[in-house]
């Protein structure tokens, strides 16, 4: 009798809800956002908010060991700009949320707690003025680009 197992068992796939360890690469027009190949790998678990509910849509029946690369048109990943999600915000209301000394740089990214504390966002500095307000954009860095998604799917538990 011969051991058929290894020659039966289905590779596993990607399902909606899979817990996942990954790489994987998010670039626009500018270059790589996030690049996570040549590192350490990424884990999540898809539903959860983690990735963008169009970049999940692309990776549910990926194999397990599988690499592929999409290319998504502007928008369709993380929507298109909102000229609304670039806000002023006072430098009371700053110092009021974190460290009153705090400094701000044009491009960096400041992440702050969502109202019920269970999160946070993130917003670029777009502009600082000289009585202390900032300027963010709270639009995602590849919103309204095409975007090129690079993943390998390294394990699926």
Known sequence: MTDSFASTQDTARVQPGAFLTL???????????VNTFGGKPSTLTLGMGELAPALEEKI?????????????????????RNPELVQWVSRKLLSAQGDPNEQYEVGEVVEFPTPDGEGSYAGAVVQVREDGAVLFDFNHPLAGQPVTFEVEIIGII
């Not at 790489?23 to 956002?33: E, I, K, M, P, Q």
């Not at 549910?60 to 298109?80: D, M, V």
């Open 60 to 80: 549910i029946g990926l194999a397990e060991g599988e690499r592929a690369s999409f290319a998504l048109p502007a928008g369709a990943a993380f929507s298109e």
């Open 23 to 33: 790489h994987y690469r998010l670039s626009g027009a500018t270059g790589d956002v």
